[in-house]
């Protein structure tokens, strides 16, 4: 059964009542830490809910475009290091005048709707990220004539494609939301749908100057639209005990490899470790 929703932030962190406490007024005290529950930032997850229908029906089509988009889509969530582009809710005025005082009143409340999200991951030998977004933006718009290929699944005669061209063929659905410092319990959470990667980052990666060898980050830029709700972070919350029911969070509670992997102290076989997961 459904969680009953009691109010628009049903599901998120609720705020601790502070009314018993002088806070900055007059003397503060520092022996109540009750009242200095501050909101920590930096724990967020992303989950790719769905990807371009076309995207995945080559899979089918090649087993390099397989390993590259379900390993595009893990690295996307797995490597996610954070998100930036949301906006705050805002207002405007309008104003109420006798002729000679003014008053301005409220009369129209704004939340973002189309807009830009980036992340920055550090691209993948072989390309990974800049493969996949050249086979997404190629596939909806050929560079050279701006034509709408899909990469070849809209070939073949009138009635018998592979898939007939439509936006709802084209579009990322990403669930993101912020947690608090346990990882356990949501703060806010967002569905990103109609999205869309707008860039595929190879000048950032094919540009080079003779001595310099690093490691390329390249932001990863997509346009889509946040939408928000109890409905919302409710899943977002099932998505965050899945994450809790299967990652270490306790380094004292993690079996490395390199202990699987550890000769017994007689040199003879390996140490048995079942599963990278160590429970006491």
Partial sequence: MAAEIKSIFTGQVTPRDLTQYTLYRGVTDFSQLHQFNMFEGGYSFLHVIKIPKFLDDLTSKSDEYKQLIHSYRHYLEYAFKGLSGFEDITADTGEVNNGVST???????????????????????????????????????????????????????????????????????????????????????????????TTAALGDVSNSERGQFDWKEVSVQFNGIPLVGPAITAK?????????????????????QA??????????????????????
């Fill in 103 to 197: 008053m301005n009143l409220i009369n129209k409340v704004n939340m973002q709707s189309a807009s830009q999200f980036s992340m920055n991951y550090n691209e993948q030998h072989g390309l990974l990220l800049a493969k996949v977004h050249e086979l997404f933006l190629r596939g909806i718009k050929d560079p050279k004539t701006g034509v709408k290929t899909y990469n070849g699944l809209i070939d073949g005669p009138e009635g018998n494609t592979t898939m007939a061209a439509g936006y709802e063929n084209e579009v990322f659905t990403f669930l993101y939301y912020v947690c608090d410092n346990t990882c356990r319990n949501i703060e806010k959470a967002y569905l990103i749908v109609a999205a869309q990667p």
């Fill in 236 to 256: 977002a919350q099932q998505f965050l005990n899945f994450i809790n029911e299967h990652t270490i969070f306790d380094e004292m509670k993690f079996g490395y």
């Fill in 259 to 280: 202990l699987k992997d550890m000769p017994n102290p007689d040199g003879t076989g390996t140490v048995v470790v079942d599963s990278p997961k160590v429970e006491f």
